[in-house]
């Protein structure tokens, strides 16, 4: 008496979508064991048949109507073995990972642009595995479960950009929690729907403002101010520190190589930074060396830039270009 050929899905891992089985040929006859929170997906030619529920299931003619009909059409009733994929999919809730990085305007006020870097973890499930598996074969080089899930998170992070750029940096900064609801529940939201998936939760864990960090590390007097005017979404102070470090900047002023940046994670973890900082004794930044010949050029050049994107008005700008010229000449 031959022995009964058993199709189950094994011990699946934490995070695995999905899982096919590893043969093609099926009998009739055959037990399929699909346990709690799966579901099973018969599939020939990248063509959806049959779809089986949670149970022990004996395959026959009558549980797998469609591609019995399939197989009548072709070659005959009855014909064993058959040729089918079985896809096992998972219905449970799995959770992603996410960072990227984008640019987004300053505020409202301004067309400044800056980078914005984030990351943070969102969940979801399958909750239509034949729309799923339909939006997802011909997007993935092998169907596996990490490719899967790494098409699931691209998709993810794609939509997130398109979302976040929606927002100014420092919306995003000082109102990142009602900004997290908007998208959980906007377009991310229907998106998934229409790929057989259910977007659960997000939870933005951290924003950043890479270039302010690098300020705020070269020159603290400018740097903490302008974070802390971010936090409190005084678009108007952070335009006036702003303002003030690119002028003292174009001048040979000051050290700093930049106007923005700082990685920020949440508001709340700002405080004890500060605090610290503040604790620790004052150092002298190192005066550079004197250079044997001013940079002219590339200082009127940044001027140049400040015009073009509105930091100063172009009485200032020849103004400092007028400083500039003066300067290069005394030191001749």
């Given at each position: 008496?031959?022995?009964?050929?058993?199709?189950?899905?094994?011990?699946?891992?934490?995070?695995?979508?999905?899982?096919?089985?590893?043969?093609e040929d099926i009998r009739w006859g055959s037990v399929l064991v699909v346990h709690e929170y799966e579901t099973v997906v018969f599939m020939r030619d990248?063509?959806?048949?049959?779809?089986?529920?949670?149970?022990?299931?004996?395959?026959?003619?009558?549980?797998l109507p469609l591609l019995t009909r399939a197989y009548r059409l072709v070659m005959g009733y009855g014909e064993t073995p058959f040729k089918a994929k079985v896809v096992f999919i998972s219905l449970k809730q799995f959770k992603g990972r996410f960072?990227?990085?984008?640019r987004v305007k300053l505020g409202p006020k301004t067309l400044y642009m800056t980078e914005l870097q984030s990351f943070g973890e969102f969940w979801y499930r399958?909750?239509?595995?034949?729309?799923?598996?339909?939006?997802?074969t011909g997007a993935v080089r092998e169907f596996s479960s990490p490719m899967v899930a790494e098409f699931i998170r691209n998709y993810f992070v794609e939509g997130l950009i398109q979302?976040?750029?929606?927002?100014?940096?420092?919306?995003i900064y000082s109102n990142l929690s009602e900004i997290t609801a908007r998208i959980k529940a906007g377009n991310i939201y229907d998106a998934f729907k229409q790929r057989g998936l259910e977007l659960i939760d997000?939870?933005?864990?951290?924003?950043?403002?890479?270039?302010?960090?690098?300020?705020?590390?070269?020159d603290p007097t400018y740097g903490l101010p302008l974070l802390l005017a971010i936090q409190k979404g005084d678009e108007d102070k952070v335009l006036e520190i702003v303002k003030t470090v690119e002028i003292m900047r174009a001048l040979g002023r000051a050290p700093a190589a930049g106007w923005m940046g700082a990685l920020v994670a949440m508001p709340s973890l700002l405080q004890p930074v500060v605090q610290q900082q503040a604790q620790q004794p004052q150092q002298q930044t190192p005066v550079p060396p004197p250079q044997r010949k001013s940079p002219v050029v590339e200082k009127?050049?940044?001027?140049?830039?400040?015009?073009?994107?509105?930091?100063?008005?172009?009485?200032?700008?020849?103004?400092?270009?007028k400083e500039l010229l003066e300067k290069y000449k005394q030191e001749m």
């Open positions: 008496m031959s022995k009964t050929n058993v199709i189950e899905w094994v011990n699946p891992g934490p995070e695995d979508v999905l899982w096919v089985y590893p043969y990248g063509k959806i048949y049959d779809v089986l529920p949670p149970g022990r299931h004996v395959l026959t003619t009558q549980n960072g990227l990085s984008t399958v909750e239509d595995p034949v729309l799923f598996l339909t939006q997802v979302e976040m750029s929606k927002y100014t940096a420092i919306d997000l939870k933005i864990g951290g924003v950043g403002l890479p270039q302010l960090e690098k300020m705020e590390k070269e009127l050049r940044e001027l140049k830039e400040m015009l073009d994107e509105g930091l100063i008005t172009q009485e200032e700008y020849e103004k400092m270009r």
